[in-house]
């Protein structure tokens, strides 16, 4: 990372949350007979759980945390089990229908209009990325979708990095890995990728105790505008 300037020649987009808005799973929540809060503890246990099956050598696919999580909680609120799979398919459906945030066309056709290439890089499944990227009309904007399932490793693991770098022929310098997560920059950040933050809230609260992101903007258009003009330390 050290003594690099200018812009990578590879931008590496996280999906869920940083390119897909979530919020419409709250909707999903209610109508199984959950609390909209609880989207996104729940979305936060899919990410510890799948954290830890990575560190216990057995990775599964984003989608069996997801559901069985979110079947877990409707058992434990007193959904009844000849209700629970449908509910789970109810709200594991709404995934197929999820649209981008509003900065996400015009940050990455910005990229693009620049030379530089744009993949994304999901713990999720290529396919739900793939829909996404088509019901936004992005999908001709972006190089390669990748899925840590060919991995074989979640992010933030370095092997999920390696990876898409693999893919992509690059060295992990040329890369910037975008997310609004702090915990798969700091994971980029410790692979060697140089790294770019996405806050939404603008509220700038970074956790101390991770690696700093080498940019920062409230949308990904702004950070395009900013990757493209700035000379980065």
């Given at each position: 990372m050290d003594d690099q300037t200018g812009a990578p020649r590879v931008v590496v987009l996280d999906v869920n949350e940083t390119l897909s808005d979530l919020s419409p799973l709250d909707e999903a929540f209610t109508e199984v007979g959950l609390a909209a809060h609880e989207r996104q503890a729940w979305f936060a246990g899919v990410l510890r759980d799948g954290f830890g099956l990575g560190l216990a050598g057995a990775p599964a696919p984003f989608a069996d945390v997801a559901a069985g999580l979110l079947r877990a909680r409707l058992l434990?609120?007193?959904?009844?089990?000849?209700?629970?799979?449908?509910?789970?398919?109810?709200?594991?459906?709404?995934f197929a229908t999820l649209t981008v945030h509003r900065d996400v066309g015009p940050g990455i056709r910005a990229l693009r209009a620049a030379?530089?290439?744009?993949?994304?890089?999901?713990?999720?499944?290529?396919?739900?990325?793939?829909?996404?990227?088509?019901?936004?009309?992005?999908?001709?904007?972006v190089d390669l979708v990748l899925s840590?399932?060919?991995?074989?490793?979640?992010?933030?693991?370095?092997?999920?990095?390696?990876?898409?770098?693999?893919?992509?022929?690059?060295?992990?310098?040329?890369?910037?890995?975008?997310?609004?997560?702090?915990?798969?920059i700091d994971g980029a950040a410790r692979a060697g990728l140089r790294t770019g933050w996405v806050d939404r809230s603008g509220r700038?609260?970074?956790?101390?105790?991770?690696?700093?992101?080498e940019l920062r903007a409230p949308s990904l258009a702004e950070l395009a505008g900013d990757l493209l003009t700035a000379e980065l330390k």
């Open positions: 434990e609120q007193g959904t009844g089990a000849d209700e629970v799979e449908g509910a789970v398919e109810h709200v594991m459906g709404r030379g530089l290439r744009v993949v994304t890089l999901s713990n999720g499944s290529a396919g739900v990325a793939e829909g996404l990227l088509d019901r936004a009309g992005l999908r001709d904007h840590v399932e060919d991995a074989p490793a979640w992010k933030p693991a370095a092997a999920a990095y390696a990876h898409a770098l693999e893919e992509c022929g690059v060295e992990a310098h040329e890369a910037m890995l975008v997310a609004v997560h702090p915990w798969d700038d609260a970074y956790p101390t105790h991770l690696r700093a992101p």
